[in-house]
C-alpha cells in the first residue's frame, strides 16, 4: 500500500494535512501548466478546447479550463 494513496491520506488526517495538500494542489497546477506548455496544449480549456482569455491566464496562468468550465 502506497503512503500516496489519496483516498487514505484525505481519510486520515486531513486536518493536519489540509494546508501542505493545498498546496501540493497548487504545485501540481504548475507541473501541470508546465506539461501542458510542452506539448502545446497551454492556453487552451482541458474541457472543451476552446482558447482560455489572456485576462484569465495573466490572473492565474495555471488555469486549465475556459470561463465557461472554470466555476
Ligand atoms: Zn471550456
Given amino acids: 500500500m502506497s503512503d500516496l494513496d489519496p483516498d487514505l491520506e484525505t481519510s486520515t488526517a486531513i486536518d ?3 494546508e ?3 498546496f501540493r494542489v ?3 497546477d504548475v507541473e501541470t501548466a508546465l506539461t501542458r ?4 496544449t497551454y492556453g487552451t480549456c482541458q474541457v472543451c478546447g476552446t ?3 489572456d485576462e ?4 492565474r496562468p495555471q488555469a486549465r479550463v ?3 468550465h472554470s466555476a
Fill in 51 to 53: 482558447a482560455i482569455d
Fill in 66 to 68: 475556459c470561463d465557461e
Fill in 37 to 40: 506548455l510542452d506539448d502545446g
Fill in 20 to 22: 501542505a495538500t493545498q
Fill in 56 to 59: 484569465v491566464l495573466t490572473q
Fill in 16 to 18: 493536519e494535512r489540509v
Fill in 26 to 28: 497548487e504545485l501540481d
